[in-house]
């Protein structure tokens, strides 16, 4: 079993920065891809950002493309999206998933039915 647990959500006001983390337990993570879900109320959960298992490719959604940032510690076992020039659109739970692949393409890795382990969500809310 895995376990992944988020932090580092919070209220921010337009045009700041937020880092998320995604810790995981259990068993690692570092031969997996991983990514970032969000879902704001009353919407599907969508997309975000995505990382091969090795860092060797990284995808994005294109509302995101040039503000956010997705990166990995294998060592620390460890995900994280470095989130820059927030903005209100952005509000939303974010969560991080493991794939069940090492790597893939973007049609692939941005699939939520290709995740099988997923974390309980930490909330982020931009002001305007």
């Known amino acids: 079993q895995v376990q992944l647990v988020e932090s580092g959500g919070g209220l921010v006001q337009a045009g700041g920065s937020l880092r998320l983390s995604c810790a995981a337990s259990?068993?690692?993570?570092?031969?997996?891809?991983m990514a970032w879900f969000r879902q704001a109320p009353g919407k599907e959960r969508e997309f975000v950002a995505a990382i091969t298992w090795n860092s060797d490719s990284t995808y994005y959604r294109d509302s995101v493309k040039g503000r956010f940032t997705i990166s990995r510690d294998n060592a620390k076992n460890t995900v994280y999206l470095q989130m820059n020039s927030l903005k209100p659109e952005d509000t939303a739970v974010y969560y991080c998933?493991?794939?069940?692949?090492?790597?893939?393409?973007?049609?692939?890795?941005?699939?939520?039915?290709?995740?099988?382990?997923w974390g309980q969500g930490t909330q982020v809310t931009v002001s305007s």
């Open positions: 998933a493991r794939s069940q692949s090492r790597s893939g393409s973007y049609y692939y890795l941005s699939r939520r039915s290709n995740y099988d382990y």
């Open positions: 259990g068993r690692t993570v570092s031969n997996y891809a």
